[in-house]
């Protein structure tokens, strides 16, 4: 089977597409990478080429030993993905010990997996740890209004998953654990690896100040919807902001407990403190 038909490799492809239609990813901003299935891999194998060099990761992953990734490509943009995925995306192969990668097909032209690539891989390594292998998706964009939001709110965790459950009754629903807050960092490195694997051990998704947001999940539609759900939300709550630094009305900490029981969720107790009137200054 060619690469190119693999159902996975669709949906990649899709999600890329989806995300720079709702305008994240100007340039080359942002990234993608999957955890393919062991049935996926023997698919695509056929078209694998070994004369690519093993490469240092820049961290270790033991967990990922000998599992294969499709990622999109450094420098590449989302919106070309579409148009030409073998020029944009690849497949690597992490090797015996969790501490090199190297390119088994695409990137035809030339190039390496996203720089963010260490963050990726450690978030892999914390999510199939967590969940039994079930987690396969670490997706990366640059939504606006979650970006926004960093200038204006503390950085801290119950502030912005208390706000975000606010603007839509659904967003407890749909991260009941809540959102993790990385304060501005430089990108690319071990250190904001680390700093989000570390959160990627309580919620699924991972803001990034000043940047953008890190999002988990068992396959593709299940991330993008919820990196979809959280940026709509920051859009209501920029609006909200625009308007008044008070609330009239809002969703109270008894509303959510009552929400949690109906809808069979389990929200942490740290996020239904009682609020004060003022906004945060």
């Keep these: 089977m060619k690469v190119t038909d693999a159902a996975f490799v669709q949906g990649f492809v899709r999600l890329c597409n989806d995300g720079w239609e709702q305008g994240w990813h100007e340039r080359n901003g942002g990234n993608l990478s999957y955890r393919m299935k062991p049935a996926e891999v023997k ?3 056929e078209n694998f080429g070994t004369e690519q ?3 240092q990761i820049g961290t270790d992953v033991p967990d990922l030993a000998g599992e294969y990734f499709l ?4 420098g590449k943009y989302m919106r070309n993905v579409i148009l030409d ?3 944009t995306i690849c497949i690597i192969e992490i090797d015996g010990k969790g501490k090199n990668f190297r390119i088994r097909w695409g990137l035809r032209d030339g190039g390496r997996p996203t720089s963010e690539l260490p963050t990726h891989l450690m978030n892999h390594e914390v999510k199939k740890q967590l969940t039994g292998g079930k987690y396969r998706v670490i997706y990366h964009a640059h939504c606006t209004n979650v970006i926004a939001l960093t200038f204006v709110l503390p950085l801290r965790d119950e502030v912005f998953t208390r706000e975000l459950w606010e603007s839509a009754t659904e967003c407890p629903v749909v991260f009941p654990s809540g959102i993790g807050v990385v304060p501005w960092m430089v990108p690319g490195g071990r250190d904001i690896a680390v700093a989000t694997s570390k959160l990627m051990k309580q919620y699924d998704a991972a803001i990034w100040a000043h940047h953008g947001m890190f999002c988990s999940g068992e396959d593709f539609d299940i991330t993008f919807g919820l990196m979809h759900t959280i940026e709509k939300a920051a859009e209501v709550l920029v609006k909200v902001l625009s308007m008044s630094q008070n609330k009239l009305q809002t969703i109270q900490p ?5 929400l949690a029981k109906d809808f069979n969720v389990t929200l942490p107790e740290k996020f239904l403190y009682e609020k004060p009137v003022r906004k945060y200054s």
């Design 85 to 87: 995925p073998e020029g």
């Design 71 to 74: 990622v999109t490509g450094s």
């Design 53 to 55: 060099p093993w490469t």
């Design 254 to 258: 008894d509303d959510f407990r009552h």
């Design 43 to 45: 698919d695509v194998e």
